[in-house]
């Protein structure tokens, strides 16, 4: 398989780092923590999508597309995403943002992805939670194309076989770090939501015969379907790579147990990690996915899943400017500092 064969915009920061956690590991007392810094893919504050809408955009360009719409939920880091690459290529964006969590926070609304949304020049209306948002975009496609224009309709977290090629580039990317440095993964951890990125990387690191297992930590769905999401996305990101039937169904494991109440909804977890990595790492998480992931990262680590002395690399896929729609989840740490 040859990525290069695959039309692609190159404008994320390549590669990302790949970094020791020192304090972090130490505070834990068991494995080598590692992080890969996809929040470091340079777009707008960075984050996974960069990768997925390299190759998505590209095919977007293709067709003569001069405008891109997807859908996500209010504080989507997606949307923020799609909304700054079309600024990039000079193509017009329209985003459907769900209201998965009912919140009527001003923050969570306006603020964060929403602001940064807004500031790329995107155009975004709302819809109710639960609603089949594709079939939403679909719609709103059809009126644009009957305007005359010429629309890409990207999937929710640009998670399609095109889009998980991007994180076949991060399998191929990371272990090639790993190489160089004499660094052995015994382990390899991601927050996993629309599916995308967990489906790429099992299928790059399968491809490679890397022998490396890779734990998603759900975010939304319960575990049998984010599986079944899952590895349905990676038969047809090998099923495009070239490389048919690479997968097997049971190297795909979601571990739902760190979502909570549901989808954007923090637990007591969520923060704790988040603020672990903030204090011991100057490394800022999300409230939605990488906190969750990094709540089920520091979970395995105390139950000893993880061993002592094993290597695991935890992959960041941003979302930090979500922190800024999610202020209130952090009331009590501004309650503190006012108290000195
Ligand atoms: C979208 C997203 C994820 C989940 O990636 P999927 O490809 O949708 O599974 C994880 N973390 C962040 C910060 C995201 O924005």
């Given at each position: 398989?040859?990525?290069?064969?695959?039309?692609?915009?190159?404008?994320?920061?390549?590669?990302?780092?790949?970094?020791?956690?020192?304090?972090?590991?130490?505070?834990?007392?068991?494995?080598?923590?590692?992080?890969?810094?996809?929040?470091?893919?340079?777009?707008?504050?960075?984050?996974?999508?960069?990768?997925?809408?390299?190759?998505?955009?590209?095919?977007?360009?293709?067709?003569?597309?001069?405008?891109?719409?997807?859908?996500?939920?209010?504080?989507?880091?997606?949307?923020?995403?799609?909304?700054?690459?079309?600024?990039?290529?000079?193509?017009?964006?329209?985003?459907?943002?769900?209201?998965?969590?009912?919140?009527?926070?001003?923050?969570?609304?306006?603020?964060?992805?929403?602001?940064?949304?807004?500031?790329?020049?995107?155009?975004?209306?709302?819809?109710?939670?639960?609603?089949?948002?594709?079939?939403?975009?679909?719609?709103?496609?059809?009126?644009?194309?009957?305007?005359?224009?010429?629309?890409?309709?990207?999937?929710?977290?640009?998670?399609?076989?095109?889009?998980?090629?991007?994180?076949?580039?991060?399998?191929?990317?990371?272990?090639?770090?790993?190489?160089?440095?004499?660094?052995?993964?015994?382990?390899?951890?991601?927050?996993?939501?629309?599916?995308?990125?967990?489906?790429?990387?099992?299928?790059?690191?399968?491809?490679?015969?890397?022998?490396?297992?890779?734990?998603?930590?759900?975010?939304?769905?319960?575990?049998?379907?984010?599986?079944?999401?899952?590895?349905?996305?990676?038969?047809?990101?090998?099923?495009?790579?070239?490389?048919?039937?690479?997968?097997?169904?049971?190297?795909?494991?979601?571990?739902?147990?760190?979502?909570?109440?549901?989808?954007?909804?923090?637990?007591?977890?969520?923060?704790?990690?988040?603020?672990?990595?903030?204090?011991?790492?100057?490394?800022?998480?999300?409230?939605?996915?990488?906190?969750?992931?990094?709540?089920?990262?520091?979970?395995?680590?105390?139950?000893?899943?993880?061993?002592?002395?094993?290597?695991?690399?935890?992959?960041?896929?941003?979302?930090?400017?979500?922190?800024?729609?999610?202020?209130?989840?952090?009331?009590?740490?501004q309650k503190s500092l006012a108290a000195e």
């Amino acid at each position: 398989m040859h990525l290069a064969r695959f039309p692609r915009v190159f404008l994320a920061h390549l590669p990302t780092p790949l970094e020791k956690l020192d304090r972090l590991s130490k505070e834990l007392g068991g494995p080598e923590i590692w992080i890969k810094r996809d929040d470091c893919t340079g777009l707008s504050t960075g984050g996974n999508k960069t990768r997925k809408l390299e190759f998505l955009m590209a095919e977007a360009q293709a067709m003569g597309a001069d405008t891109v719409m997807t859908q996500g939920a209010t504080q989507s880091n997606h949307a923020r995403q799609t909304a700054a690459f079309a600024a990039k290529l000079g193509m017009a964006c329209q985003i459907l943002l769900e209201d998965r969590t009912g919140s009527n926070d001003a923050n969570y609304n306006t603020n964060g992805n929403v602001l940064l949304d807004h500031l790329h020049g995107a155009t975004t209306s709302k819809r109710k939670g639960g609603m089949d948002m594709q079939a939403e975009m679909e719609a709103v496609a059809e009126k644009l194309r009957a305007e005359g224009r010429k629309v890409y309709v990207i999937p929710g977290g640009g998670s399609n076989a095109t889009g998980a090629l991007g994180y076949v580039n991060c399998a191929f990317e990371t272990v090639s770090q790993a190489n160089d440095r004499g660094l052995v993964i015994d382990h390899f951890v991601t927050a996993t939501g629309s599916a995308g990125t967990q489906a790429g990387l099992i299928t790059g690191l399968k491809a490679i015969n890397a022998g490396i297992p890779l734990t998603g930590i759900g975010v939304r769905a319960p575990r049998e379907k984010q599986e079944e999401n899952v590895y349905k996305l990676a038969l047809q990101t090998a099923e495009k790579l070239g490389c048919p039937g690479v997968v097997a169904r049971e190297d795909v494991v979601a571990d739902s147990s760190y979502v909570g109440e549901g989808y954007g909804i923090p637990r007591a977890d969520t923060l704790e990690a988040i603020r672990m990595f903030a204090q011991l790492e100057a490394i800022l998480l999300d409230p939605v996915y990488s906190g969750k992931g990094a709540a089920g990262l520091i979970d395995y680590c105390r139950k000893g899943k993880f061993k002592k002395g094993e290597r695991v690399v935890f992959l960041h896929t941003g979302g930090s400017a979500a922190l800024f729609g999610y202020n209130a989840a952090f009331a009590d740490d501004q309650k503190s500092l006012a108290a000195e």
